[in-house]
Structure formats: structure tokens, C-alpha cells
């Protein structure tokens, strides 16, 4: 609410900008990384949009560590296959209902601190994937990158390394950026090709936003805040890629990635968006993309509700707002659509124990009719609700019961949407609220008493699904209530 008169200034450049409608890939995601110097707490955030499909319902997952993993990790969506973990480490994901639990993992933190969100779809340049093309069937994709690596990994940067040598060795099934963090800092990895790849560690003070495009540009060797493929330059070069320039560094993008007349309303709007809304002042055009930063410090430290705040974006206030206007085909595509099947920010502070120091707040559904719940790193216990579901609508699982109020709300936009919102955004304060609460008991009694702290946090987390699942009951009901008096009225057929 707080940075509405942001948006609003925001509508008259977004309408202006109008451009060519163009074909729209099937899925999508929104990437929004945060230093730690650029927020209001000293935390490191990462947060994505996950977007695919409404009815695919997504378990939240609790793995427990293993001395040894019972089977090597065979691929959900193709052949990759590599083998059984030894002492793999305590990790959650939101993994999809028919993966058994055993990949698709997308979001979560390990018991060594390290937090990881994977994939943004991205797309690489079409000369680059001529040179080196995807490794489809048995190269690493998206199904499998969290499950096979956060069990592993004990920093984040060990992260960028044991997914670049696996890019390296067995190949990349399709083009993706991947986020990690601890309480070092925030790596993000983007595939070059099939067997190429970059990543860059984000500057403390600055923000990164990524939409399906691949975003890193400076590449800098024997730098310490850069990792890439042995090859990167040289593969390059051999390949006419790239030419080198007396004086210029290495151009990651202009080598590997693509900019098309696609990514001119599918992807520029959504970084653009989130560029003008957390920094003032930019002077960049929302149709050339090629000159956005790719980091920026934003004109105010960022808080984890200014991040949930972009992940719900959809150009509210605009002529752009396909949910305001009724306009399923609208050519700019928004950030929050309803097809996401969940919406998570990590946070990470290094000041605190990271049993309540690290946090995913995870919102099922579409975000901009979603509420974001907290789960600390230090839960063992995950409610049921949110364990079930499929792609069926059913009446237990939490999937399903976020899912059913946002398409009641869909049917009438402009009355049902601030309902749900206003109800959301009430319940988020207050559980922030309890947070502080919980965090302060926390910290007076987990050294002389660990068991009686965990058991804290799981009440907590138990306690808070409750509340929320009741609540988007209560919102179901009233949502209904009103649409049955609607239709009532409508075919009333009331006698003299």
C-alpha cells in the first residue's frame, strides 16, 4: 500500500510504452534478488514467481538428512541421472504433486544455512545453442537442479560450483538462472549453452531483477565475485560470438543470451516495472531492454513486504492491468499471473541463529491474491495441508484452498480482489507481529533449552497455516455469499 503513489506514477510511462502484441512462451518466472546493504534489516533476500500451471499443486517437503541416500537422483522430465548423496544434509523444497516428492524441488534451505531458488527460465542466443546445443535428454534441467544440489552444499558459492561442473560435464537441458544465498552474500548462476555458463556474486548495495532473459553481462577473470566455465571466453571467441574489444571486459549477454521482439512486452515491462518502482529517477525506456542496469541500488533500503509488493506487480494503476480491464490478452505480460503456482522470498539474517535467522515466506498461488506465510529453517514439523493435493481440486489441502478463493476472486476483479487483499495484507502485519514474538522467546531460551526453542517453531508454523487456511475459508464463504445475492438478483423472478 505504502508505494502506491509509486505505481501510480508508474501508469502514464507503461501506457506510453505500448507496443506489438507476440507470441508468449508457455511458462515464466520473475527473479528479484536484494544485497544486503540495499535493505531495511541487514538481510539477504532472493525471491521468485514461479509460473507454469493453476491446477499443477505444489508440496511443501521436509527431508530429512541421510547418512546415505537411498538411490542415485534419476530425472523427472528426461534421463539425467546422478548419484546417491553421502551425508546429505536436511533440506525443504515446493516440489510438484507428481514428482513423488523427489524433485521439481524449486525453493528451500538445507541445516547448513544455504538457501537456493531454481529456475528462471531463461533463453539462450541462438548462434551460442548452435555452437553448443542443450543437452536435452540427459543434461541437468529444472526438475532436478534443487534436489540434486542444496542435500550437498554447504555454501552458497559451493553451490555455483557443484551445478557449473555438472553444467560442464553433463550438459545443461535448457537455459536457466539460479539463485543461492547464505550469510556470506547472494550468487546467481546463468547458463551460457549447453555445457557454458556464468555466475556473479551481487553487489552488497544493489538489487537484480530478472524475466526470462539472461541478465549478467560483465564477465571479469581471476576476479573473486565472478565464476564460469573454463571456456567461457575462449569458447566464444572460436565460435564468433564474441569479438574482444581493446579495453572492454567480456560481454556474458551479448555473447550467450538473446534479446527478441518477444522479450520487448514479455520480459522489458516486468524488469522495467521493478527497476522505476524501487529506484526514482531512471531514465530507461520500457522497450529497450539492452540498456536496462543489470544492478541498481534502489532510492530506499528494501524490506521483505517492498519485495512481496514486486512479486504481486501486475501494472496496477495502468491501462496494462490485465485484471482491472478484463483483458485475458494483454500484450504486456504481467508479474503476477494466475497461473503461479507458488511465490517465495528467502531471507537471510547473518545476526541471528539460522534456525530463526534464515525464512521463506511462500505464498501458493498467484501472489497478487496470495498471502506469504513464514517458515523458519529451524521447522521439522510441516502441517499436512500442505504436503497434499493434485491436480484435482480437493477439500484438505492448502493448495486447493488458496487455489479455489483466487479463481472466485478472478471472476470479479474489481469487487472481490480488495476483499481478499485488504483481509491478506491484515493478517500478514499481525503475523509479522508474532514473529518478533517468537524470535524474542527464541533467543532467550535455545541455548539452555534447544529442544523446548525447536518445539517453538513448529507450534508457530502449525499455529500460523491454521490461522491462514481459516481465514481463506472465511474469505471462500464470503466471496460465495455475495455471488449467491448476485445471482439471486439476477434471476429473482419476484412476483407482484
Known amino acids: ?31 528479484i534478488l536484494v544485497g544486503n546493504q540495499a535493505t ?30 537411498k538411490s542415485d537422483f534419476h530425472g ?24 513423488h516428492n523427489k524433485s521439481m524441488g524449486e525453493v528451500g534451505f538445507n541445516s547448513a544455512g544455504v538457501g537456493m531458488s531454481a529456475t528462471e527460465t ?31 552444499i554447504h555454501s552458497a558459492k559451493e553451490g555455483v560450483e557443484l551445478l557449473g561442473k555438472i553444467i560442464e560435464t553433463q550438459g545443461a537441458a535448457e537455459g536457466f538462472g539460479v539463485a543461492f544465498v547464505d550469510n556470506t552474500g547472494i550468487w546467481y548462476l546463468e547458463s551460457g549453452s549447453g555445457h557454458q555458463w556464468m555466475a ?88 529497450q531492454g539492452t540498456t536496462f542496469p543489470v544492478f541498481l541500488k534502489p532510492t530506499r533500503k528494501l524490506s521483505v513486504a517492498d519485495v512481496e509488493q514486486g512479486l504481486r506487480n501486475h501494472y496496477q494503476g495502468t491501462s496494462h492491468d490485465p485484471y482491472a480491464t478484463q483483458n485475458p490478452k494483454e500484450t504486456y505480460r504481467p508479474i503476477s499471473v494466475f497461473r503461479t503456482q507458488e511465490s517465495h522470498v528467502l531471507q537471510v539474517r547473518p545476526n541471528l541463529p539460522t534456525a530463526i535467522g534464515d525464512v521463506a515466506y511462500i505464498s501458493y498461488g498467484m501472489s497478487a491474491l496470495g498471502v506469504y506465510i513464514p517458515y523458519y529453517q529451524g521447522m521439522t514439523e510441516v502441517p499436512h495441508a500442505l504436503t497434499i493435493g493434485t491436480d484435482k481440486a480437493d477439500s484438505a489441502s492448502a493448495n486447493w484452498a488458496f487455489r479455489k478463493l483466487q ?90
Open 1 to 31: 500500500m505504502k508505494n502506491m503513489k509509486k505505481i501510480t506514477f508508474l501508469a502514464s510511462a507503461i501506457t506510453a510504452a505500448f507496443t506489438a502484441v507476440v507470441a508468449l512462451p508457455a511458462s515464466a518466472c520473475t527473479t
Open 40 to 69: 531495511t534489516d541487514g538481510s539477504y533476500i532472493i525471491a521468485r514467481n514461479e509460473d507454469y500451471q493453476a491446477t499443477n499443486a505444489k508440496h511443501f517437503v521436509f527431508h530429512p538428512a541421510e547418512k546415505m541416500q
Open 76 to 99: 523427472n522430465a528426461n534421463n539425467f541421472t546422478y548419484p546417491a548423496a553421502k551425508d546429505a544434509l536436511q533440506y525443504t523444497s515446493m516440489s510438484d504433486f507428481d514428482t
Open 122 to 152: 531463461i533463453y539462450n542466443g541462438a548462434k551460442a545453442l548452435k555452437a553448443d546445443p542443450y543437452v536435452t535428454k540427459t543434461g541437468i534441467g529444472e526438475d532436478a537442479i534443487e534436489n540434486v544440489i542444496l542435500p550437498r
Open 200 to 287: 556473479e556474486k551481487i553487489p552488497a548495495d544493489k538489487y537484480f531483477v530478472s524475466a526470462n532473459q539472461g541478465r549478467l553481462s560483465t564477465y571479469l577473470p581471476n576476479n573473486p565475485n565472478y565464476m564460469a566455465s573454463p571456456t567461457l571466453v575462449s569458447f566464444a571467441e572460436q565460435h564468433g560470438l564474441y569479438k574482444a574489444e581493446a579495453g572492454k571486459p567480456f560481454n556474458f549477454h551479448a555473447a550467450y543470451s538473446q534479446d527478441t521482439p518477444n522479450d520487448v512486452t514479455y520480459n522489458y515491462p516486468r524488469v522495467w516495472t521493478l527497476q522505476h518502482m524501487y529506484t526514482q529517477g531512471l531514465t530507461t525506456k520500457i522497450d
Open 407 to 496: 479463481t472466485l476472486a478472478m471472476t470479479n476483479w474489481k469487487v472481490f480482489s480488495p476483499i481478499v487483499q485488504t483481509a491478506y495484507h491484515k493478517f500478514e502485519v499481525q503475523t509479522a507481529s508474532k514473529q518478533r514474538e517468537l524470535e524474542k522467546h527464541y533467543l532467550k531460551i535455545y541455548k539452555r533449552q534447544p529442544k523446548k526453542a525447536q518445539a517453538l517453531i513448529n507450534e508457530f508454523e502449525k499455529t500460523t497455516v491454521a490461522d491462514a487456511l481459516a481465514l481463506t475459508d472465511q474469505l471462500t464463504n464470503t466471496l460465495f455469499t455475495k455471488m449467491t445475492y448476485t445471482t439471486d438478483m439476477t434471476y429473482h423472478f419476484e412476483g407482484a
